[in-house]
């Protein structure tokens, strides 16, 4: 006798394992109309238009849980939860433009994933997700697009901020003032305090967020901090961890800090040691487990990807050596990703990102630009790329090598077992002490401000003449700085206020000792500023009033305290110096006005039959700010009016 379906569900029931059971139970009354589970199988309306008919879609039970949108309403997902063959209880984020397109690659992630879906069925199972938001008491839960430091969630308070992490969204604990760490016990430090309707929903592959969980308990992770005692690298690196959430707060530049050097000099050691502060730190050449540190190994597409997954949280990557593709840090530092064509012809939103990047190799930034890129590094870039020698952070507090290579060891070890909890209760603490955009963002920006013009004091007595890009670069090392001391602050880092210090003017103090960039700018004011001197009577300065053209040959024109030159004058001022890296120089150091992101300036001046004519405009005023040289003086005339020359906006 033919048997019935029913029957076959009633004997396939017999069999279901306890996990089918538990799961089927706990989720049956949220399906949404015409369609159940049956024999463990999910049932439901065919994915096509054939009449009516019910089918078996997967072969384990698959439901939808929750209903993600973003606060603006503009990022719609459903969480999906499901058994693979295993019995394994799986979750995946479908977002939901991928469900109404039916997209393919969504299936090959399912697939990947262990979705236990019958061939064929996928339309089916597609419709099954487009109806279950109809369903009343299907939760829904608010989402950030990235990692760390988040505002504008909570429409009642705007500025409210949240600490967003795969594992929940910290948010500040509904208590009166913390007590001092010194008083606090260690339980009360790492209290979490977690929105329940607030969750990360990052546009990348889940497992980029996979290692961002807490491995630890905070004295464990502090016994493994304190290893970096003495050492100005490893603390510099620690310091650097817990700045990289605070880079928005700050007011700061997207950019990486890039210690290099010669192999087996612990560079590795130094960044998983800074790993250690958000999530699981395994070696990247030989761990078995994700790894927040990344390598170097990715085409431009997949370093957009790498930015995205790190943001709010600190890129660490290890050996720039193996970068295969050109290194573009104005992509990097550009915080949002090239906008492309999806496969249904509309654009595809673009990733965002808020990155302070830690990293390591044996060549520099500017070194690998040249080597994979065959150019040489823009002003721009260098100032991005912050290229640190690591041999004068190499200090190792009195261990001899057998002692040094033991620390290194026990370090890379515990940074795989010690990890992902300093930075939350890190997170956590600032909210309960700034639970505001306003309130922390004064707080970080007030210390940075403080102890920039203090940095610049220290190097400054050392001997370093610093210029304007230098000054610029600097507050990147005070943001380092001001981080490691509210990590000692909160009762996080247990290092003392002078170890940050010392590691970060070390830093520095490296830093400006490699940055041959910075000659390239002393060159191109130099050879500029002597151009203006040799030829100061033969620059026809337009604004004495007089009514009078200029002598055939000039030297340039004097123009609102600008002086304009031309191509040739421009390439004669610069005295053999490559014209295009000068004018970057010049303009990272404040000197060179520009238009937008044209290195040259139109100008239009009536009196002069000049219309809209493009100059090099030079700010004579900031040519001579650090120089002992006194401000040329131009011969003026009483205004006798006429002149009505105005630049061109």
Known sequence: MKQTAQSKASASNAVLSPAVITFTQ???????????????????????TKGPRTVAITYKPVAVVTLLHSADGNSWALRVRFLDFNDEIRTLDIPWPAIQTRDVETVRTMTHAGMPLISGEAPALFRFF?????????PRILTVANMGFCHGWDKSQPDRLAFAL???CLVAAPAAAPAEPDDAPTADLEARHVHPGLQVMADIPPEYLEPYHPGSTLPEWQELALLAKGDFLLTFFLSAAFAAPLLQMAGGENAFLHVF?????GKTTAAQLAGSVMGRAGDPQGS???????????????????YASRSGVGLITDELGNLTSALDLYAAAGGMSKVRMSRELGFQPSRR?????????????????????????????????????????????????????????????????RYGVAGPVFAQQLLNRHATLPELRAVVSELVDDIHPRLIEVLERAGHQLRPAERRVLRQFSLVMAAGWLAIETGVLP?????????????????????TYMDEEKSAVDAVRHYVLQHQGEIFNVDDGVDSVPPRQTYGLLYRDLILLDEQQFEEACAGLNTFHAKQALRAAGILKTEGDKLGLRVSISRLGIKGARFFAIRLRKLFEDSSIPLPTFTRADDQGGNSAQPTS
Do not use: C, F
Request: aromatic content about 4%; charged content about 20%.
């Open 495 to 515: 290092l003392a206020e002078n170890d940050v210090s010392e590691a970060v003017e070390a830093a520095a103090t490296a830093w400006l000792s490699a940055s």
């Open 130 to 138: 487009s109806a279950a938001p109809t369903n009343p008491d299907l």
């Open 353 to 417: 990102w808020s990155l302070l990047g830690i990293s390591t190799g044996e060549l520099s930034m500017a070194e690998a630009m040249q080597e994979l890129g065959k150019r040489k590094p823009k002003i721009g870039e260098r100032v991005r790329g912050i290229d640190i020698p690591a041999q004068p952070l190499l200090v190792r507090a009195g261990l001899s090598d057998d002692e040094a290579a033991a620390r290194a060891k026990l370090i890379k070890r515990w940074a795989a077992e």
């Open 26 to 48: 706990q989720h049956a009354a949220r399906l949404p109309e015409g369609y159940a589970y049956q024999g463990g199988r999910l049932m439901g309306p065919a994915g096509t």
């Open 288 to 306: 078995t487990q994700p790894t927040v540190v990344a390598r170097w190994h990715s085409t431009a597409n997949g370093l957009e990807l790498v």
């Open 166 to 168: 795969p594992s929940g």
């Open 261 to 265: 050097g010669t192999s087996s000099r």
